[in-house]
Nanobody, 123 residues
Framework: QVQLVESGGGLVQAGDSLRLSCAAS????????VAWFRQTPGKEREFVAV????????NYADSVKGRFTISRDNAKSTVYLQMTSLKPEDTAVYFC????????????????WGQGTQVTVSS
């Protein structure tokens, strides 16, 4: 069972930047595609970004394109989400998720999930 732990959330002002981290343990990290999702009360879990196992391919939700960057360091078994130009609508609990096959934007296809980290953006 792969364990995922998110960190780096916090309270920031609109226009600020924040970097989230997702640390993994238990399996060979390069075998896993890893994605970031976010969720607010009363809303479905929303896809944010995904990166392939070797870090060569990435995809982003339209709402974050040009502002967020996903990356990974397999030697450290860690995936990052660099968020810039943050907006109040980015406020959510952010989760990282992993799967042992091809990367996808569909939350239901991910097998392993972290506990989430809160990001709050004030105006």
């Amino acid at each position: 069972q792969v364990q995922l732990v998110e960190s780096g959330g916090g309270l920031v002002q609109a226009g600020d930047s924040l970097r989230l981290s997702c640390a993994a343990s238990g399996r060979t990290f390069s075998y896993f595609a890893v994605a970031w999702f976010r969720q607010t009360p009363g809303k479905e879990r929303e896809f944010v970004a995904v990166i392939s196992g070797a870090g060569r391919y990435t995809n982003y939700a339209d709402s974050v394109k040009g502002r967020f960057t996903i990356s990974r360091d397999n030697a450290k078994s860690t995936v990052y989400l660099q968020m810039t130009s943050l907006k109040p609508e980015d406020t959510a609990v952010y989760f990282c998720a992993a799967r042992e096959t091809l990367y996808t934007t569909h939350a239901a296809l991910y097998s392993y999930w972290g506990q989430g980290t809160q990001v709050t953006v004030s105006s």
